[in-house]
T-cell receptor
Framework: EPEVTQTPSHQVTQMGQEVILRCVPISNHLYFYWYRQILGQKVEFLVSFYNNEISEKSEIFDDQFSVERPDGSNFTLKIRSTKLEDSAMYFC?????????FGQGTRLTVV | AQTVTQSQPEMSVQEAETVTLSCTYDTSESDYYLFWYKQPPSRQMILVIRQEAYKQQNATENRFSVNFQKAAKSFSLKISDSQLGDAAMYFCAYRSPRLPTGANSKLTFGKGITLSVRP
């Protein structure tokens, strides 16, 4: 069964460093998303991507964040100058028409 | 803005019994989509069931079914014949119709409910 794949599963980075979280969405899906979940809290929307551009973003998704679909298969989230409060589980998701299918997540720890 | 409320933080059910998880939402839209996601300890988000608001018939997926009450803005999940593997956090989520660009809009999640299953 097709699935969304995220790498790495766990990333530890020092405060102020840049990180790139990678995702391979399901191949025939058209819509791509990043969500995050701070431990013990609800899942929050960051950004959605469709037709090679951002279609929607939350107030969390400020200039510190950027997304790219560099080669037609990968979908990346870049976080510049990481802060302690960026520590969270980051989920990539893709969808065709209805529900979104999520990857297994990347646990980001900023120290 | 749409909001999703899951007022019960925790529930417990005996194995093989039936449990119902509650969810309410607030929206002014007439057309939308509702979902239940399961998050086991591995923390992966797994789509359990989905419901289109324009459909009057409640969705079912094997042991999982929903009670969708559009007028009351209620969307509860019923798990029948509960199994140990059902123990997880369950999130209710709402999605608006498509954006003017044609893109799917985002999912808005509730805070989740932790379900434990007693053997």
């Amino acid at each position: 069964e097709p699935e969304v794949t995220q790498t790495p599963s766990h990333q530890v980075t020092q405060m102020g460093q840049e990180v790139i979280l990678r995702c391979v969405p399901i191949s025939n899906h058209l819509y791509f998303y990043w969500y995050r979940q701070i431990l013990g809290q609800k899942v929050e929307f960051l950004v959605s991507f469709y037709n090679n551009e951002i279609s929607e973003k939350s107030e969390i998704f400020d200039d510190q964040f950027s997304v790219e679909r560099p080669d037609g298969s990968n979908f990346t989230l870049k976080i510049r100058s990481t802060k302690l409060e960026d520590s969270a589980m980051y989920f990539c998701a893709s969808s065709e028409f209805f529900g979104a299918f999520f990857g297994q997540g990347t646990r980001l720890t900023v120290v | 803005a749409q909001t999703v409320t899951q007022s019960q933080p925790e529930m417990s059910v005996q194995e093989a019994e039936t449990v119902t998880l509650s969810c309410t939402y607030d929206t002014s839209e007439s057309d939308y989509y509702l979902f239940w996601y399961k998050q086991p300890p591995s923390r992966q988000m797994i789509l359990v069931i989905r419901q289109e608001a324009y459909k009057q018939q409640n969705a079912t997926e094997n042991r999982f079914s929903v009670n969708f009450q559009k007028a009351a803005k209620s969307f509860s999940l019923k798990i029948s014949d509960s199994q140990l593997g059902d123990a997880a956090m369950y999130f209710c989520a709402y999605r608006s119709p498509r954006l003017p660009t044609g893109a799917n809009s985002k999912l808005t999640f509730g805070k989740g409910i932790t379900l434990s299953v007693r053997p």
